[in-house]
């Protein structure tokens, strides 16, 4: 017999709908009352006011206090439970691990940085990730299995076929294909891995210069040259995980790199890379380069640059923009992105300065024309894309009503 079937549970949908909603709404805007969250919704004020006493019945909001500036009492205000969930995230380089935890609202609770200094590591990856873990969760006045997800960030990137990390050739220790089973093991929540360079892109979409925008690229260049791609909304990966390596890219005006793998670097890379800004300024007979770690040094060169209208600085700031335009116009000769958004330290120390002149130099070398833009998350931009990362699936487990 013909006839409609109706769907079990829609209003249990609808209502987890509206809950997630104004959930957003609370992250957003911060402390709002009842008839706010109404407003903003669309829905009716005793409507609101039932959403209100069901989060808040769950546990995912408390109110905070009332509103003040009208005559009159003032209004009840709500805001999320910070301790609904806890998250985890950590950047990994060759000389430390960066720890840190989150509340489920975004804020940091707990940050732990541990040295790993060496070609070999002094302990073994296992042992330096929990280790770097905990250091965070004791400074968050939590446990282990108080934090609901946590995120890793590295250079390279673990291939899905296989679970061993490739185009890392730097990160001592990180290549046992038994890696990431036995991370698994020691680890009491679940733990999800990204590109570095992937979380900075998902930082900078969620948080700053990148926000609203669908497709988009993230060049980085501070310890190593590479590029995250965003494309309809989402991270490309590839096939092997290594999209966005572009610092093996072959390009004009830089000697053809063979067996890139085993080198870990290509023509890019040696043509624009943090390590390739200090050499450019002995040739421009620059001889006050600055003490430090390589990328520390050519950040300095590069801010240098910027702040300079004539001379060898400039020359070299001039020099690097166009050292840079000449990879990434492949780039997006081929991607046509709406934005490409310079992060990393030796591109943001540049500032607009380095972004005009990149600008100028993409222009005459491409013929797709996107908008260039400084990122704003300038501090620890790996570490925040892995907690935005791990918060983003944790909301979407914790904010879930409908069960």
């Keep these: 017999m013909a006839g409609s079937v109706g769907i079990p549970g829609t209003p249990r949908v609808l209502r987890a709908m509206n809950d997630r909603a104004a959930l957003d709404l609370l992250l957003e805007h911060g402390p709002l009352s009842r008839t706010r969250v109404g407003k903003l ?4 004020k005793p ?3 039932q959403l209100l006493a069901r989060l808040e019945a769950a546990g995912l909001v408390l109110m905070t206090g009332t509103s003040e500036g009208r005559p009159g009492p003032g209004a009840q205000l709500y805001a999320v439970n910070p301790a609904t969930a806890h998250v985890a995230g950590l950047d990994v380089t060759s000389e430390r691990l960066l720890a840190a935890v989150a509340d489920i609202t975004g804020r940091t609770v707990g940050e732990y940085e541990l ?3 060496g070609r ?3 302990q073994p990856v296992v042992r330096q990730v929990t280790d770097a873990l905990t250091g965070a969760v004791k400074a968050a006045g939590l446990g282990l299995g108080d934090v609901h997800r946590a995120v890793i960030g590295t250079p390279g990137a673990f291939d899905p076929s296989t679970g061993r990390l490739r185009y890392a050739p730097h990160l001592p220790g990180w290549h046992s294909p038994a890696l990431l089973d036995e991370l698994a093991a020691a680890l009491p929540m679940p733990v999800d891995y990204e590109n570095d360079v992937n979380l900075v892109a998902l930082a900078e979409q969620r948080l700053g210069a990148a926000r609203g925008h669908q497709d988009f690229v993230l ?3 501070e310890g190593g040259l590479g590029a995250a791609l965003v494309l309809g909304g989402r991270l490309h990966r590839g096939w092997t995980g290594g999209a966005g390596e572009v610092g093996f890219l072959p390009v004009p005006g830089a000697p053809l790199v063979r067996q890139v793998t085993r080198t870990g670097s290509g023509g890019y890379q040696e043509l624009a890379g943090s390590r390739a800004i200090p050499r450019l300024a002995r040739e421009l ?3 006050d380069l600055p003490a430090g770690p390589y990328a520390e040094v050519a950040a300095a060169l590069v801010a240098r640059g910027a702040d300079s209208a004539t001379g060898p600085h400039r020359r070299l700031l001039q020099t690097y923009a166009t050292r840079l335009a000449t990879g990434l116009a492949a780039l997006v000769s081929v991607l046509d992105p709406e934005l490409v958004v310079l992060s990393g330290a030796c591109l943001t ?4 300065p380095l972004r005009a002149l990149l600008q100028a130099e993409l222009e005459e070398l491409a013929a797709s024309r996107p908008r260039l833009a ?6 620890h931009p790996v570490l925040r894309g892995a907690l935005e990362s791990a918060l983003a699936t944790t909301r979407d487990e914790v904010f879930d009503t409908s069960r």
């Design 41 to 44: 919704t669309g829905l009716s």
């Design 47 to 49: 409507t609101a006011s």
């Design 115 to 117: 040295p790993t200094p």
């Design 120 to 122: 070999r590591p002094a």
């Design 219 to 221: 060049l980085w260049n």
């Design 285 to 287: 007979g620059i001889e």
């Design 349 to 352: 120390a540049g500032g607009e």
């Design 374 to 379: 400084v990122g704003d998350v300038r501090e």
